[in-house]
């Protein structure tokens, strides 16, 4: 669609994984190590209204090779040659460019060997020496089992942004802090004042405001209303904001809306979960003209998006659909 207003975008994000050695079978796309499907949320009540099982679809999006040139590739490695970024990229006139690195840490769509799967999300994001951890899974050992997988420490977690409540996003927080993380927690004023107790108690609690920067290049949208209220993790690349949901609650359209207007730039992509499983076919394509109208460029929805929704996003952005789940890595120059 706008990828005439963003040439060369196809080489700005590069699917990788830390581990090298498995390149070949993460483009094949093997999946091994499924984990029972566990801890029902309150995310999830509701968002599928189909009987099916959402482990055997969850594994669909990524059987489908040939739409998705980012991702898959019969190219052993997923980085561009040298020829496509002389082609493709502008190179930096010195030096080698930061990366902002985005890790979906815990999902229930596989993507990288060895990752456990479950109803969660958790995306960790790095830029030069900070991070942040976007929700923490719904459980506490697998969410540090699948941080030890992509070698994160959990002691070096800096900052923890959690997007609404439902214990699929905050139930792996008190693990990570027994863990050795000591990060600022940003959490929404309508949290429970328990919830806030717990954890003042342990790290330091900030509550969200629109616009909050939490680390260099990343920022809170602030709480967005919604059944429940939530907050996106916003980043700013040199491409346009990069939008994660952990849900969408309030709805994908309203939360990239906002973004835009608030950070008064256009959407370059949006990652995460869209809130989508229980609408209709008709539905999702009414909010897919939405999402391009508003100008979104690239789309990687996960988690609690629905499978039909993700496949009808992924004819709808072609080339420009990027297939993620639990140990995908997205690299953006900055
Ligand atoms: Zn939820
Ligand atoms: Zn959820």
Redesign the pocket.
């Known amino acids: 669609m706008s990828s005439e207003h963003w040439p060369g975008i196809d080489f700005f994000i590069l699917m990788l994984t830390r581990c090298r050695v498995s390149t070949l079978s993460i483009i094949k796309l093997t999946v091994i190590g499924l984990s029972i499907l566990s801890g029902l949320?309150?995310?999830?009540t509701g968002?599928f209204s189909s009987s099916a099982n959402p482990l055997s679809k969850a594994a669909e999006p990524l059987q489908q090779e040939d739409s998705d040139p980012v991702a898959v590739s019969e190219t052993p490695l997923l980085t561009p040659t040298p020829q496509e970024m002389s082609e493709s990229t502008p190179q930096p006139t010195e030096g080698k460019a930061e990366m902002i690195t985005i890790t979906i840490v815990f999902d229930n769509y596989p993507y990288k060997e060895r990752m456990q799967t479950a109803?969660?999300?958790s995306a960790f994001v790095t830029y030069k020496d900070q991070n942040v951890l976007f929700?923490t899974g719904?459980s506490g050992l697998t969410l540090l089992e699948n941080m030890s997988e992509m070698n994160i420490n959990p002691a070096e977690v800096q900052n923890v942004v959690l997007?609404?409540k439902?214990n699929?996003?905050t139930a792996g927080l008190q693990a990570l802090l027994s863990a050795g993380a000591d990060p600022k927690i940003y959490l929404l004023p309508s949290f429970s004042s328990s919830f806030k107790k717990q954890f003042s108690q342990q790290a330091e609690v900030i509550e969200v405001v629109p616009g909050l920067l939490i680390a260099e290049r990343i920022s809170t949208l602030g709480e967005i209303q919604g059944s429940p209220p939530e907050q996106a993790l916003v980043i700013d690349t040199p491409r346009g904001l990069v939008v994660i949901t952990?849900?969408a609650h309030p709805g994908v359209v309203k939360i990239v809306l906002a973004a835009k207007r608030q950070f008064k730039e256009e959407i370059y992509l949006e990652m995460g979960?869209f809130?989508l499983g229980s609408s209709s076919s008709y539905q999702v394509k009414q909010i897919i003209k939405e999402i391009q109208r508003i100008g979104v460029v690239h789309v990687a929805p996960c988690?609690?998006t629905g499978d039909q929704a993700i496949s009808q996003f992924r004819e709808a952005f072609g080339e420009n659909f990027i297939s993620v789940g639990a140990g995908a890595v997205i690299e953006i120059e900055s």
């Open positions: 949320s309150a995310c999830q968002s109803w969660r999300f929700d719904g997007s609404h439902h699929d996003h952990g849900c979960g809130h988690h609690c």
